[in-house]
């Protein structure tokens, strides 16, 4: 028999993957519908999700945006790095498994 499910589907015809990018250098007022405004001009924004000091509850200067598709997350970190979100310069980077490692390393750079 053929029972062999992985040729069903072409690779062209497969949903895209989400995608997902790092926002740091944040300034405190920024909100998720300043963030939404700003990437959503890329693409299909799914979520944005600002972090927040577990204590406090104050955003502590980065955020995380979801594209519906990698592609678009790849587009908004090549095209959205460095710009101005409610008067503040931002980096922009794909959210991978090292974005937490460049954590430090990217604040000093951003400040300058």
Excluded: M, Q, Y
């Excluded at 926002?23 to 944005?48: C, H, I």
């Excluded at 678009?72 to 922009?92: D, F, I, P, Q, S």
Aim: charged fraction near 25%.
């Amino acid at each position: 028999g053929d029972t062999e499910a992985t040729d069903a589907i072409p690779s062209s015809t497969k949903p895209p993957t989400k995608g997902e990018v790092f926002v740091g250098g944040l300034d405190p007022s920024t909100t998720e519908e300043d963030l939404l405004a700003v990437f959503s001009a890329v693409g299909d924004v799914l979520e944005v999700h600002i972090s927040k000091d577990v204590l406090s509850g104050d955003p502590i200067g980065f955020a995380f945006v979801t594209f519906a598709d990698h592609e678009v997350a790849e587009l908004a970190a090549h095209e959205l790095n460095r710009t101005e979100v409610c008067g503040t310069k931002v980096g922009v980077l794909l959210a991978d498994e090292n974005a937490t490692l460049f954590l430090g390393l990217l604040n000093k750079e951003w400040s300058e």
